[in-house]
T-cell receptor, first 111, second 114 residues
Framework: TQLLEQSPQFLSIQEGENLTVYCNSS?????LQWYRQEPGEGPVLLVT?????EVKKLKRLTFQFGDARKDSSLHITAAQTGDTGLYLC???????????FGEGTQLTVNP | DTGVSQDPRHKITKRGQNVTFRCDPI?????LYWYRQTLGQGPEFLTY????????KSRLLSDRFSAERPKGSFSTLEIQRTEQGDSAMYLC????????????FGQGTRLTVV
């Protein structure tokens, strides 16, 4: 079974600060997706990265897929209170079947 | 709205009762997934369909759980003889085939077993 470890598990910062969330595995994934989830709702897709070393930017969010396709990071610049939520990474297996999720990083951005 | 739809959004049931949840995926997506999520944790894989075929089931899926996807469209997840430990958010996702294609989630069904 492929496992994904996310760190940190909890993060509480002030508005305007920068932060990075990490997603690591000993396994290779064909793709990696980042989701954001609010309480009582389903995860909402932020980005998919497929190529090793790939970097994608979404406004203040920067996503990177490791060269070996085993790890990824999410960097948020100048965090806002609206960024508060559970951030989940999910790895796609080479067979194209299941997505394996990390345990999530609960981010709280304080005003 | 062409997103993934789940029904009901919330379900409260007494221990020992059976419950059934429904998921309507995005229409052109041939792959459908069920996940279970407890508070503060990431979703745990339960089962996966490609069209109408159930291709994979997690060991988490006990004999009390059954899922179907007749005709490869909507799917149902049934839990028989519910237990308090079944209380969780049940999430459905769909995606089209191929490497790197994106999975989209429904809003989930929150089950509370009392």
């Amino acid at each position: 079974t492929q496992l994904l470890e996310q760190s940190p598990q909890f993060l509480s910062i002030q508005e305007g600060e920068n932060l990075t969330v990490y997603c690591n595995s000993s396994s290779v994934f064909s793709s990696l997706q980042w989701y954001r989830q609010e309480p009582g709702e389903g995860p909402v897709l932020l980005v998919t990265v497929v190529t090793g070393g790939e970097v994608k930017k979404l406004k203040r969010l920067t996503f990177q897929f490791g060269d070996a396709r085993k790890d990824s990071s999410l960097h948020i610049t100048a965090a806002q209170t609206g960024d508060t939520g559970l951030y989940l990474c999910a790895g796609g297996e080479t067979s194209g079947s299941r997505l394996t999720f990390g345990e999530g990083t609960q981010l709280t951005v304080n005003p | 709205d062409t997103g993934v739809s789940q029904d009901p959004r919330h379900k409260i049931t007494k221990r020992g009762q059976n419950v059934t949840f429904r998921c309507d995926p995005i229409s052109e997506h041939n792959r459908l997934y069920w996940y279970r999520q407890t508070l503060g944790q990431g979703p745990e894989f339960l089962t996966y369909f490609q069209n109408e075929a159930q291709l994979e089931k997690s060991r988490l899926l006990s004999d009390r759980f059954s899922a179907e996807r007749p005709k490869g469209s909507f799917s149902t997840l049934e839990i028989q003889r519910t237990e308090q430990g079944d209380s969780a958010m049940y999430l459905c996702a769909s995606r089209s085939g191929g490497r790197g294609t994106e999975a989209f989630f429904g809003q989930g069904t929150r089950l509370t077993v009392v």
